[in-house]
């Protein structure tokens, strides 16, 4: 039996960048595109693709598997972006990235906290060392390379460094000392 | 955030936080005749986002906060430590 699903859609177009579409016709094209079918609209135009775009929701009625539907999405999708562009009197050089997210997915990545970034304090701090301790820590192999070298110090990416931590092999106390080589 | 059935969920009554986050972060917002207009610290995109039309559809901002991301956009915002 059929059941309604809702899925979020982003489309890019190719195009001549961000000023190449006009404010007023970004604008005016978020009404068309909820007139044609798209829930909760926005517009947008320009990113890497440099055309109009859109992300909104799509309603499909669906039985079958979650590919089965997806096909659908896609093609309703661009459907409903290319008749809202007709009636706004917007163009575009053709479809350049179209990405589908089921409504569950969409939750958890919304609420999906973004990446945290830590200096040589707030590294210490995570790994229970000293400051000095993290600069000698550092030259390992297997430590995470910083994103960023500032002039006030090396930033690193946390999730990176909680990976770095669960695995460091640690020894406590003063590193025994080697018994000098027979004479 | 607005409490929907006991999970966290975005309701367009956030769209006031959004908004502020993104002007902490540098996007410039300016006003339409339906709403606003959101350009990226970059310049190099810009999100139509329609207050009339959002405060009747409750998807609407997460398909805003969803293009904005794509721009760099960090939400939810980053607790000071």
Redesign the interface.
Known sequence: MDEEHLYNVSIETWGEGVGSVDDGALSALVPVLRDVGAVGPVASAGGVAGGPGATFSVRIWAAGSESDALVRVASTAIEIFDAACQKAGITHKGVARLDILTEPYLERDLEREPEEYAGVSEVAELMGVSRQRVSEIRARDDFPEPVAELAAGPVWAVSSLRTFVANWPRKPGRPARQKKAAV | MTKDKG????DNKDYPQVRKAARKQGWRVEA????E?LY?PD????????TA??SS???????????MR??GF???P?RR?
């Open positions: 999970k966290a969920r975005m339409t005749t339906e709403g207009m990226a310049g190099q995109s810009k999100i139509a986002w329609h039309h959002a559809d409750p998807h609407a901002l997460d398909s805003l906060v969803r293009q794509k721009s960090r939400w939810p980053t430590r």
